[in-house]
Nanobody, 121 residues
Framework: QVQLVESGGGLVQAGGSLRLSCAASGRTFSRQAMGWFRQAPGKEREFVAVISWSGDSTYYTGSVKVRFTISRDNAKNTGYLQMNSLKPEDTAVYYC??????????????WGQGTQVTVSS
């Protein structure tokens, strides 16, 4: 069974850091782009960041640029989202996904179950 499993979420104070991981099992996703999305309560799921299959290209939504870093280790079949200088508005469920490069959620055909990130003020 193919699945993505996120980990690393939790409760952190504003200004703190968290690193999310996304482990793929059942198949390799080394030839697919990996994206991170988030969904805050009462809001639609939004794009956060994407990394190409090779890791050479990345793209971020404006609100997280400079603060977040996306990376991947294809040998470990794992992706990461390093989040620094966290703000209360970063509070959301974070999802990783595998699929085609891009920002729309429909580009991605494999999704994790999500991990909660809560930033207190």
């Amino acid at each position: 069974q193919v699945q993505l499993v996120e980990s690393g979420g939790g409760l952190v104070q504003a200004g703190g850091s968290l690193r999310l991981s996304c482990a793929a099992s059942g198949r390799t996703f080394s030839r697919q782009a990996m994206g991170w999305f988030r969904q805050a309560p009462g809001k639609e799921r939004e794009f956060v960041a994407v990394i190409s299959w090779s890791g050479d290209s990345t793209y971020y939504t404006g609100s997280v640029k400079v603060r977040f870093t996306i990376s991947r280790d294809n040998a470990k079949n794992t992706g990461y989202l390093q989040m620094n200088s966290l703000k209360p508005e970063d509070t959301a469920v974070y999802y990783c996904a595998a699929g085609k490069w891009g920002t729309p959620s429909y580009n991605y055909d494999l999704w994790g179950q999500g991990t909660q990130v809560t930033v207190s003020s």
